[in-house]
């Protein structure tokens, strides 16, 4: 099946740790997206990447980073920088033309205890 | 932020009513997309309208777009229990590194049996 995984689904974190985030798609879409939704909120923008080895902050990249070593995957940090991690995060990839759609992962729900 | 916002926050209507949710955004774009998003799940892409259009429908969707306003709608019509969910509004631009997507802040919709 084609598509886009994250994993895990759920994540317990301790305050000060690191923990990394998986997101790997199979549509061969070339650009990659990250966000965070918080309870009754919109979607914001944490990084994204249009290519391979290349990646650019969103509007709250602080306390989070990224790499894109391959074009299937997009694995996303969340470090002890960020002061409020617990969140539900989103991956997304899109084929990187216009007129196009975004394809979400099932998301991932961090929680800091 | 280049978020934009749904009104109504919240609507609650009977099964078989029509609803409407409109979304209003800040700058220039390429294309308007609605996606939808049931309870801790990720989001789906419903129906993507392009700048220079100004009605397009999809099944039971119609979506309008007025760029003068910087408006658009979205109108679900014979509305059914399966259409209780969140309904986002997304913006798509390009930028120098590529192409950003700009997503509401969402309508919570309630069909009730």
């Known amino acids: 099946d084609g598509g886009i995984t994250q994993s895990p689904k759920y994540l317990f974190r301790k305050e000060g740790q690191n923990v990394t985030l998986s997101c790997e798609q199979n549509?061969?879409?070339?650009?990659m997206y990250w966000y965070r939704q918080d309870p009754g909120q919109g979607l914001r923008l944490i990084y994204y990447?249009?290519?391979?080895?290349?990646?650019q902050k969103g509007d709250i990249a602080e306390g989070y980073s990224v790499s894109r070593e391959k074009k299937e995957s997009f694995p996303l940090t969340v470090t002890s920088a960020q002061k409020n991690p617990t969140a539900f995060y989103l991956c997304?990839?899109?084929?990187?033309?216009?007129?196009?759609?975004?394809?979400f992962g099932p998301g991932t729900r961090l929680t800091v205890l | 932020s280049q978020q934009g916002e749904e009104d109504p926050q919240a609507l609650s209507i009977q099964e078989g009513e029509n609803a409407t949710m409109n979304c209003s955004y800040k700058?220039?774009?390429?294309?308007l997309q609605w996606y939808r998003q049931n309870s801790g799940r990720g989001l789906v892409h419903l129906i993507l309208?392009?700048?220079?259009?100004r009605e397009k429908h999809s099944g039971r969707l119609r979506v309008t777009l007025d760029t003068s306003k910087k408006s658009s709608s979205l109108l679900i019509t014979a509305s059914r229990a399966a259409d209780t969910a969140s309904y986002f509004c997304?913006?798509?631009?390009?930028?120098?590194?590529?192409?950003?997507?700009?997503f509401g802040t969402g309508t919570s919709l309630t069909v009730i049996p």
């Open positions: 997304a990839s899109a084929s990187g033309n216009s007129y196009t759609e975004q394809f």
């Open positions: 549509l061969n879409h070339d650009a």
């Open positions: 990447s249009q290519i391979v080895n290349d990646f």
């Open positions: 700058t220039s774009i390429n294309n």
């Open positions: 309208i392009r700048s220079n259009e």
């Open positions: 997304a913006t798509d631009a390009f930028t120098e590194t590529g192409n950003q997507f700009y």
